[in-house]
């Protein structure tokens, strides 16, 4: 099973210091494997790097966090197919049925329906 970490969770994550790894452990009963999508990494590192003000400092760092956990927490970087992260994304996830997306974006929730997410007391639960 591949739990497949999107762009904003990730900065939640980093932002709130929320231990995904240890959290999605406890949350499943069953082996898995962490996998970001290499337009994730980009679109972290482009986040990072925004001069133009669009992205607050705290966003910058916690994308410089997330980045730096990646490489900390082994999560392998994976080509995905798709126009946009998200496409890429979901089409990853349809490849098995078992594989869970870690977003909080709300589109891809109603797309995927199965979706690991952060609620409101900042625990990690599992939609059905």
Do not use: H, W
């Not at 970001?36 to 001069?51: A, I, N, R, T």
């Amino acid at each position: 099973m591949k739990i497949i970490l999107d762009t904003n969770f990730l900065i939640y994550c980093a932002k709130n210091k929320l231990d995904y790894v240890e959290e999605i452990s406890d949350l499943l009963n069953e082996g898995f494997e962490l996998v970001v999508p290499m337009q994730v990494v980009e679109e972290l590192k482009k986040l990072k790097g925004d001069k133009l003000k669009k992205v607050s400092g705290k966003d910058k760092d916690s994308c410089d966090l997330a980045l730096q956990l990646l490489g900390v927490n082994k999560v392998k970087k994976i080509k995905v197919k798709g126009k946009s992260v998200d496409e890429g994304i979901i089409n990853l996830a349809g490849g098995d049925k078992k594989n869970i997306v870690c977003t909080l974006d709300r589109e891809m929730r109603k797309i995927l329906g199965r979706v690991i997410l952060i609620n409101r007391r900042k625990k990690l639960m599992v939609t059905r």
